[in-house]
């Protein structure tokens, strides 16, 4: 099982890959998923710190803004990484998402949370979506000196722990990119439960003030930041599954090896065999797919890039739903218990498959974008 | 109790229509379509009780011993009115396991003393069936029962015990040999007072976090031998047999109709069925739902005219359950950006219990002989492929 396969010169990415074990050692994901989960917890803050000490967070700030200013290739073998440790944390929306919005943007607040981030001591999570899913800007109206925003926000991620929400707005039409922080008046933040143990949020501004200098951008300069967001953290959210992809179909190899019934191991049965056959060709593909796309992006954001990238999440994403609730099934009884890791690998591939787009949406946008089935 | 009458010669149409009316007047309104599959005992009590009180608990013993003493074609009815009406599960092992075993097998001392407590609640079975290792490969079960006395002393563990810390009563399959050639010998069926000192039950959270299923522990636990059903040594061929014409509602349509009929309230709500390619996909969900009914019916036709289940059966089981998950990843995709929340999803018809769904169709595939030994048993059982 080779995971992402990547040219890797000066051995940066095989540090990465090694400091994630390392870590992992320390904090088990499958122990912090439990913990947060039975707490009712949105994020673990000790695991949290500790990424930023291993200079996790920001990967993909620029220099000039305090970041390691790395870039898509070891944002994804961090990822894989992540996701095969299944250290659940959400990375993707704190660290990627808010990244690549505040490298389009500018300004005082910027920097300070664009700093905030990297040091681990802000926690910025964007607040864009509706319900479906898609962008749904807040509104907001010019009342002297401030900005009042109304409106309602879905899937915000960490929104208790949070310290700073990265706010998605339109005012006359054209949309702008908000800094709101949690103490803000008027904002009321409701959270439930996720499939893989973490919270959600749904926040409601009633007549929110906000100063002036905490618009980050505006214009077509947010729409260029919440492309690229998307499309970056899709990216890394498809490496992610794709670690998953590849945990699970070790694991569920190396338990059809060990367990045993009728006097055999359950692996030496064909038709065990074929059916994890089929598992590892599938996640094999998800990295395929993850490193074309990584490569393809390193070379420019363009149309192939954005091709790329939806058949990666969508390819990724599929592979690992697949893999995953075939393993559950492939441990017996044992896979349908909450002490078997094997259901929280499921649980998170769910999750973050549901996350920015299904593989059907993302296959359709896909066809589209190359224009054939036009 | 209430006077039975002999229901078997009623039509179908007619027994139907009198058991709906009872049911749908009796069933607690609040138990009716309950998210939970294996509510605890406490939970749906009054439900047995009041089916107990009228009768109407056991549908398969025959009236002498309190059943209804439906023919197979009238327990079809039956189960399909309740499942139909969104009646809750009850814990039924005593209904479906241990009473007709003993009807079957048993002395009568223990028909008089065992049945009686079912019928009352009194006494609430589960199955102990499975061990650590023995799951698929049953006859390979560990569990030992060493003679001493006037009785049994117990040794070993249990596992996947459904509703093992709401029972008080365990049909225990235990090892009481290790001479016979075939592993299947030396097996032998006890029943077991979970009260009894030495037996421990340890409930294990499922993917739903629910405590469903259970780990039991025996350590030197007595049991006389009067509580032994049939011959020492000669279990196994109990157990098999009293899975009956049973088998068949392993492979009902109910689960599955019920995640479709969740799928089509979320798609409602959400507008999925403005979508073509959904449209396209239901489209095949609820024919295969449909045909699935038109498949139950053929095994169903020769229950109704007496006869007796093959091993054929087992392709309903199979493709029930694996329509169920197919069903349930569909309810997920129409879910969207919101197949992610652990919380039933709102709608304006009431809630869907999506992620619930998507959780419990990963069961059915494994238990009740999983889906890989169903083909087994359909390769040499009917197709007579060689070993
Ligand atoms: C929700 C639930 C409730 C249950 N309730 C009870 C209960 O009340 N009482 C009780 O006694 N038991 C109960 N069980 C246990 C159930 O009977 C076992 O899970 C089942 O027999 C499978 O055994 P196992 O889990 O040990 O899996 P294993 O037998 O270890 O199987 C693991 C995997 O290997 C596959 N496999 C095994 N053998 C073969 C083969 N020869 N060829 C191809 N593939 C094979 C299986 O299909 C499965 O995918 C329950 C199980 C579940 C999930």
């Known amino acids: 099982m080779n995971g992402l396969i990547l040219d890797d010169p000066d051995g940066t990415l095989e540090m990465l890959r090694d400091s994630v074990v390392g870590f992992s050692a320390r904090h088990a994901g499958p122990d912090v998923f439990r913990a947060r989960r039975d707490n009712g917890g949105d994020l673990d803050r000790e695991v949290w710190s500790a990424m930023a000490e291993a200079g996790w967070l920001g990967l993909l700030l620029p220099e000039d803004k305090g970041g390691a200013g790395l870039g898509i290739a070891e944002q994804a073998v961090l990822s894989e990484a992540l996701g095969r440790a299944l250290l659940t944390e959400p990375l993707a929306q704190l660290s990627i998402f808010s990244s690549v919005l505040l490298s389009h943007c500018s300004g005082g607040e910027c920097a300070r949370l664009a700093e905030g981030l990297i040091a681990g001591t802000a926690l910025v999570s964007p607040a864009w979506q509706g319900r479906d899913g898609a962008a749904a800007p807040v509104s907001a109206r010019k009342v002297g000196e401030e900005f009042s925003l109304s409106g309602e926000m879905r899937h915000v991620s960490a929104p208790t722990s949070a310290t700073d929400f990265i706010v998605l707005a339109e005012a006359d039409g054209k949309q702008m990119l908000v800094s709101l922080p949690v103490s803000a008046e008027g904002l009321r933040i409701e959270t439930a439960p996720t499939l893989d143990g973490t919270r959600l949020g749904r926040l409601s501004l009633a007549d929110v003030k906000v100063k002036e200098d905490a618009l980050l951008a505006i214009g077509s300069e947010v729409d260029v930041a919440m492309d690229a967001a998307v499309t970056t953290t899709r990216l890394a959210l498809a490496a992610e599954m794709a670690g998953i992809a590849t945990a699970a179909i070790e694991r569920t190899v190396a338990y059809a090896k060990e367990r045993v019934q009728f006097g055999k191991a359950i692996g030496s049965f064909q038709v065990v065999q074929h059916r994890l056959v089929d598992m590892w060709g599938e996640a094999e593909f998800a990295s395929a797919a993850v490193v074309n796309a990584v490569e393809t992006l390193s070379e420019g954001q363009n149309n192939a890039s954005r091709l790329a990238i939806l058949a990666a999440k969508a390819r990724a994403g599929e592979a690992a739903v697949n893999i995953t609730r075939r393993a559950i099934h492939l441990h017996g009884a044992m896979g349908f218990t909450d002490a078997c890791d094997i259901g929280l690998f499921m649980k998170r591939a769910v999750a973050l498959n549901a996350t920015l787009g299904q593989p059907e949406e993302l296959r359709l946008q896909f066809v589209a974008l190359e224009g054939v089935a036009a | ?387």
């Open chain 2, 1 to 387: 109790m209430a006077q039975q009458q002999d229901w078997n010669a009623l039509s179908d149409e007619e027994f139907r229509a009198i058991f709906a009316e009872w049911v749908d007047a009796n069933c607690p309104a609040e138990l009716r379509f309950m998210r939970k599959q294996r509510p605890l005992f406490d939970e749906v009590s009054v439900w047995y009780h009041r089916l107990a009180e009228k009768g109407w608990l056991s549908p398969v013993w025959p009236q002498e011993y309190g059943g209804m003493g439906l023919d197979a074609g009238k327990h079809i009815v039956y189960v399909e009115e309740w499942a139909r009406l969104g009646c809750p599960r009850i814990p039924d092992h005593g209904i479906g396991l241990t009473g007709p075993l003993l009807i079957q097998y048993g002395t009568q001392a223990q028909k008089d003393f065992f049945l009686p407590k079912i019928l009352s609640g009194e006494h609430v079975w589960c199955q102990g069936y499975s061990e650590p290792n023995a799951g698929s490969d049953l006859a390979s079960l560990r569990t030992s029962a060493v003679a001493d006395g006037d009785g049994f002393i117990v040794n070993g563990q249990k596992i996947w015990t459904t509703l093992a810390h709401c029972a008080n009563w365990i049909l225990l399959l235990v090892r009481t040999s290790n001479d016979g050639k075939k592993r299947q010998n030396g097996i032998t069926v006890m029943l077991v007072d979970m009260t009894t000192p030495g037996v421990t039950v340890r409930p294990i959270p499922n993917l739903r976090l629910e405590a469903d299923f259970c780990e039991v522990f025996f350590d030197n636990v007595y049991v006389p031998s009067e509580n032994v059903v049939g011959e020492v040594d000669q279990g196994w061929a109990l157990a098999k047999a009293v899975l009956g014409h049973e088998r068949i509602f392993l492979g009902a349509p109910s689960r599955p109709a019920y995640a479709l009929r969740r799928l089509e309230r979320l798609a409602r709500d959400r507008g999925a069925f403005s979508d073509a390619g959904f449209v396209s996909r239901y489209a095949r969900l609820r024919l295969d739902l449909f045909d699935l009914g038109s498949a139950f019916e053929r095994f169903a036709r020769v229950l109704r005219a007496g006869g007796t289940l093959g091993p054929d059966v087992s392709v309903l089981k199979i493709f029930s359950s694996e329509l169920y998950q197919r069903i349930t990843e569909e309810t997920l995709s129409v879910a969207g950006e919101e197949a992610r929340y652990w919380d039933d999803l709102p709608t304006g018809e009431g809630d869907v219990d999506a992620m619930n769904l998507y959780l419990d169709s990963r069961a059915p595939a494994i238990f009740g002989g999983s889906n890989e030994i169903q083909r087994e048993v359909l390769a040499k059982g009917v197709l007579g492929l060689p070993r």
